[in-house]
DNA sequence: TCCTTGACGGAGA
DNA sequence: ATCTCCGCCAAGG
């Protein structure tokens, strides 16, 4: 199906997936955000697991930053020393945060939605 | 239908 | 700080 980025389409009428979509492509670049926040934010509370799903079903060119999600701790959510392991790790870093003892610092970087806008 | 499987989260211990 | 356990919820057998 094809996803217009700016699109801001009736969130009843979208799919699951459409809206975790639509919230993933917002969180800012040197942001991240957990697999709960992503849901609360697309009015899916209690969805954080689904959006692990919707995740892995994305095509692998997608243009969606799906490495800014993690998980609550901070945690990367892959098996550690795998490659999508090591391919969000260094895909983070490159946008200047510091993976620290297995975690990024939500405490610094988490997104915090309501100051970017509505 | 029922059972299992996750890119989850949080309350306890 | 860690680890386990359990509730969550759609998908796929």
Known sequence: MIYKIND???????SHKEKIWQVIHK??????????????????PGYARYVGYT??????????PWHRVVS????????????KYIRQKSLLEKEGIPFLKGKFSMKQY???????ES
């Open 72 to 83: 609550a701790k901070g945690a990367i959510s892959f098996e550690q020393g795998t490659k």
């Open 27 to 44: 969180i800012p670049k040197g942001n991240v955000a957990s697999y709960g926040l992503v849901a609360k934010l697309a009015g899916l």
């Open 55 to 64: 995740l892995k079903c994305l095509p692998v060119q997608t243009k969606l």
């Open 110 to 116: 988490e997104w915090k939605q309501s100051l970017e």
């Open 8 to 14: 801001q389409p009736n969130m009843e009428k979208m």
